[in-house]
């Protein structure tokens, strides 16, 4: 699949649906619950969840990749967990304030 910033996906196992805020360039191996996403008007077949997937995800958290190429923002919690190539996204964590000495 290739993502474009701005674009809405969804799962293809739960209810887990995303906005794309940053993407890498050409294809990627995108899945949730161990799935590939769809795009955001397509119905899933009725797949269930892997077990090595049923990690959940959060309304409002960013996931990131260890690289940093890719952003996705849950708009919809559902019980799959993101992942990429096989290696689980993490929740992006807020950065620091500066401090104000």
Same mark, same amino acid.
């Given at each position: 699949?290739?993502?474009?910033?701005?674009?809405?996906?969804?799962?293809?196992?739960?209810?887990?649906?995303?906005? #794309?805020?940053? /993407?890498?360039?050409? &294809?990627?191996?995108? @899945?949730?619950? *161990?799935?590939?996403? !769809?795009? +955001? $008007?397509?119905?899933?077949?009725?797949?269930?969840?892997?077990?090595?997937?049923?990690?959940?995800?959060?309304?409002?958290?960013?996931? #990131?990749?260890? /690289?940093?190429?890719? &952003?996705?923002?849950? @708009?919809?919690? *559902?019980?799959?967990? !993101?992942? +990429? $190539?096989?290696?689980?996204?993490?929740?992006?964590?807020?950065?620091?304030?500066?401090?104000?000495?």
């Amino acid at each position: 699949m290739e993502l474009k910033a701005g674009g809405r996906i969804r799962s293809a196992v739960c209810a887990t649906e995303v906005m #794309v805020i940053l /993407a890498p360039q050409g &294809e990627v191996d995108l @899945t949730c619950g *161990g799935a590939a996403m !769809l795009p +955001l $008007g397509t119905e899933p077949d009725g797949a269930t969840i892997a077990d090595d997937a049923k990690g959940g995800t959060q309304i409002g958290k960013r996931y #990131v990749n260890e /690289a940093g190429d890719l &952003e996705l923002l849950c @708009t919809k919690p *559902g019980d799959g967990s !993101l992942q +990429l $190539g096989g290696a689980d996204l993490t929740i992006k964590g807020a950065k620091p304030l500066p401090s104000s000495d």
